[in-house]
């Protein structure tokens, strides 16, 4: 978010100073179909863009944004990774941050984790985190002589959003145009670079195919569930703070969650948490689950005044609330340090299933 964009440089400042992808649980091919004809849901207002399967048209770029040149100036070569480039059937160059820990081999392979970063703060806002100190030690695989994990920072596009002011428009994720058919000619083109930039950390030899893993945080944590649930190779995805991404409560196609792979997904609100998204994340899950069963997912709402699990959203922190606006832009701008172990052993404990 570009209100916490300067917050988290710092305390990311502080931080520092201290091949192809297998088939993952398919779904049934009636789920398939229905994925493909997702129907649209309450809320659907312009019946002009929503005569599509994929719900809003594609998100336009921000043209001359101070965001795409900031972007490119991103601490790739501070965090000791390695630049990936690609461009995309619109010409525009895409760019992402591997970061392998020296004992990633092809005799010992690491998982690979893609982290989302949040919108109108390019990758810099691991920083933000407590994932890079961890990259070295964390127990994703349950083998000890595997410790760590190989990290892809993909780097978003500025385009216009379906948020509130000052977020028109932002560095991130087109979560709105939901075309993950990769037949398609008109595919996602985040969806697109994403694939791109796990093919070639795949080439490298030294990822444990079985154990490729999504997660991010805000608009990227939404873009890394959309992801999660419709790409083949994925094993599971653990987000903090996501819009719905289906049902976003700004969002002007609203559409029914669809599914082509039975992802498990693990969702991590605050309880106050900015526009309401702790409600409207918490009933994305509820209808996540009751269309798709079989997907195993667990949906944490987290009291940021003492970091308690609770059972439900704060109710004075509803969409378009001052509460949202004041106290939940502030708890949405922090990354949960203490829950972060909780997202790893999720992920640990859902490998690919084939």
């Given at each position: 978010m570009i209100y916490a964009r300067i917050g988290v440089l710092i305390v990311g400042i502080g931080l520092l100073a201290s091949g192809g992808m297998a088939l993952s649980q398919p779904l049934p091919v009636s789920d398939v179909t229905q994925a493909a004809t997702a129907t649209l849901g309450p809320g659907a207002q312009d019946s002009t863009d929503c005569q599509t399967p994929y719900g809003d048209t594609p998100r336009p770029l921000t043209p001359l944004s101070p965001d795409q040149w900031f972007g490119y100036q991103n601490s790739c070569w501070i965090l000791g990774g390695e630049r990936l480039w690609w461009q995309d059937r619109n010409k525009f160059w895409r760019n992402a941050c591997l970061i392998t820990p020296p004992n990633a081999s092809p005799q010992k392979p690491l998982p690979l984790l893609v982290w989302l970063h949040p919108s109108g703060i390019p990758i810099d806002s691991v920083l933000g985190t407590n994932i890079l100190p961890l990259r070295k030690k964390a127990d994703l695989t349950g083998d000890p002589e595997r410790p760590g994990f190989i990290l892809l920072l993909p780097e978003g596009r500025d385009t216009e959003h379906f948020y509130g002011f000052p977020l028109l428009t932002g560095y991130g994720w087109d979560n709105w145009y939901?075309?993950?058919?990769?037949?398609?000619?008109?595919?996602?083109?985040?969806?697109?670079?994403?694939?791109?930039?796990?093919?070639?950390?795949?080439?490298?030899?030294?990822?444990?195919?079985?154990?490729?893993?999504?997660?991010?945080?805000?608009?990227?944590?939404?873009?890394?569930?959309?992801?999660?649930?419709?790409?083949?190779?994925?094993?599971?995805?653990?987000?903090?703070?996501?819009?719905?991404?289906?049902?976003?409560?700004?969002?002007?196609?609203?559409?029914?969650?669809?599914?082509?792979?039975?992802t498990p997904v693990y969702d991590l609100h605050s309880s106050c948490d900015i526009d309401g998204i702790c409600q409207t994340g918490t009933q994305f899950f509820a209808e996540l689950g009751a269309t798709f069963p079989q997907i195993p997912q667990k949906s944490v709402i987290v009291n940021r005044k003492n970091g308690k699990v609770v059972s439900a959203c704060d109710a004075s922190c509803g969409p378009g609330s001052s509460n949202a606006a004041s106290t939940g832009t502030a708890n949405h701008s922090v990354w949960p340090f203490r829950y972060t172990q909780d997202m790893f052993t999720f992920l640990r404990e859902h490998p690919l299933v084939q």
């Open positions: 939901r075309n993950l058919d990769r037949n398609s000619d008109s595919l996602n083109l985040d969806a697109a670079a994403i694939d791109q930039f796990i093919q070639v950390a795949e080439a490298k030899g030294n990822v444990d195919t079985q154990r490729v893993y999504m997660s991010g945080w805000s608009n990227g944590a939404s873009f890394a569930l959309l992801y999660a649930l419709n790409t083949p190779g994925i094993a599971a995805a653990a987000v903090y703070s996501a819009p719905a991404p289906f049902s976003d409560f700004n969002d002007p196609c609203w559409q029914t969650p669809f599914a082509t792979q039975a």
